[in-house]
């Protein structure tokens, strides 16, 4: 069975990083594409970063450019997003999901649950001086 878990979040004032980790269970991050996107209440899902199976391909939102990166560690089978520089408003729960496509070229950093059907529980954020 396909699983994700997020782990990484926490407190951070406003111009600080963090690190946010997506374990995978029962495949290869190096097998699928990997989106992150994050969801404040009382919004809806947006999405921030994603990256396809090699040869990689990457897709990423406008207001996280400069800022959020995304990487893949195959020997841990963990997708990281690396947050720079956060915002107050930024604050969310982050959730890292899968495509259920493995044979998928690119990904999509749109929150489409038709393909990204394996979810993590999500991990909060919060950006707060």
């Known amino acids: 069975q396909l699983q994700l878990v997020e782990s990484g979040g926490g407190l951070v004032q406003p111009g600080g990083s963090l690190r946010l980790s997506c374990a995978a269970f029962?495949?290869?991050?190096?097998?699928?594409?990997v989106g992150w996107f994050r969801q404040a209440p009382g919004k809806e899902r947006e999405g921030v970063l994603c990256?396809?199976?090699?040869?990689?391909?990457?897709d990423i939102k406008d207001p996280v450019k400069g800022r959020f990166t995304i990487t893949r560690d195959r020997a841990k089978n963990t997708v990281y997003l690396q947050m720079n520089n956060l915002k107050p408003e930024e604050s969310s729960t982050y959730y890292c999901?899968?495509?259920?496509?493995?044979?998928?070229?690119?990904?999509?950093?749109?929150?489409?649950?038709?393909?990204?059907?394996?979810w993590g529980q999500g991990t909060q954020v919060a950006v707060s001086s």
């Open positions: 029962g495949f290869s991050v190096n097998n699928r594409a």
């Open positions: 990256i396809s199976r090699p040869p990689t391909y990457t």
């Open positions: 999901a899968a495509d259920w496509d493995e044979y998928a070229a690119d990904c999509t950093v749109e929150p489409d649950e038709g393909r990204y059907v394996y």
